[in-house]
């Protein structure tokens, strides 16, 4: 994940306007086309050889579940603005006293909350900007990371649960190989390297997002931020900080993005650990 959002990051550094205009609609198609054909392979082709009766249906509902629970977060994170100017006008500047916590962006030409970083691609602050996402073309901060987490979770647990089914199922399409007749041998074949060639690409398309997961769970751990990931200043306790990032619901946010969650603060004040 380091690499690619590292080089996304020098990409839109130089290109600021190819990143937002061709960057963003491609890799959100790219999420899409792959999220649907891999619903589609598994509901209609993969599950119906290795499941049957009650195990099928649970796998569909499994499977309909993780991917409205994909295209739903997407979409939450695309609309929720974690934005500075998204705060009600008389919040966007500190309150007396809090000025010194408060820093300068050059850019805005304002005080901004602590936390809050400039993102040239989307050309504001962001409140506790963790980083810009090409999938979910915007950025992800204090109000829509709750989305993001899940985003990640649920697609690393979808192409799993669909790399586990297809290892079942290239397994028991081999053995059938070797067991039929030439005539029927053919058929087979190709069909087993078919769904080979889809377990191959399930590997590699489950690299990603658990790279991803396993850098937010640490996000979530600490209630850091993707460019200050080990930094504990701001870790209050693991159910504070679910609290902190999902919301007051905490992890039963998983249920669904739809599912209301207010967060404890507006994102323009942060508690710091006082022992490290």
């Known amino acids: 994940m380091c690499i690619v959002n590292d080089w ?18 491609l890799s959100v198609i790219f999420l899409l086309v792959s999220t649907v054909f891999f619903f589609t392979l598994q509901v209609f082709y993969v ?26 977060n997407l979409l939450a994170c695309y609309r929720t ?4 100017k998204s705060l009600p006008q008389e919040r966007q500047i500190p309150k007396p006293g809090t000025e010194h916590l408060w820093h300068y962006c050059d850019i805005c030409q304002k005080l ?19 980083h810009h996402c090409i999938f979910a073309a915007t950025c992800i ?11 990640t979770f649920y697609l690393a647990f979808g192409i799993f649960m669909s790399m586990a089914t297809l290892f079942v199922d290239v ?12 005539g029927f041998g053919n058929t087979v074949k190709s069909l087993s390297y078919f769904r080979y060639v889809c377990l191959i690409l399930n590997i590699f398309a489950l690299g990603f997002p658990a790279l991803m997961l396993r850098f937010q769970v640490q996000i979530l751990k600490l209630n850091s931020t993707y460019y200050q990931i080990s930094s504990r200043h ?18 039963w946010t998983f249920i669904s993005p739809s599912l209301r969650s207010p967060l404890p603060h507006d994102g323009t004040h942060w508690k710091i650990k006082q022992c490290f």
């Open 141 to 151: 901060g204090h109000n829509n990371h709750r989305y993001f987490f899940w985003l």
């Open 234 to 251: 701001h870790d209050l306790g693991f159910r504070n900080n679910c609290q902190l990032i999902m919301g007051q619901r905490g992890l």
């Open 112 to 130: 901004m909350p602590p936390r809050s970083w400039h993102c040239a691609l989307c050309k504001c602050c962001i409140l506790k900007r963790d």
């Open 47 to 72: 599950a119906p050889d290795v499941h049957d009766g009650f195990m099928y249906k649970f796998f569909v509902i499994s499977a309909i579940f993780t991917t409205y629970n994909i295209l739903g």
């Open 8 to 25: 996304c990051r020098e990409y839109a550094n130089l290109y600021p306007k190819k990143a937002v205009s061709i960057g963003h609609p």
């Open 81 to 84: 603005s974690s934005a500075v």
């Open 171 to 182: 397994g028991r399409s081999f053995y059938l190989l070797h067991r039929m007749k030439a």
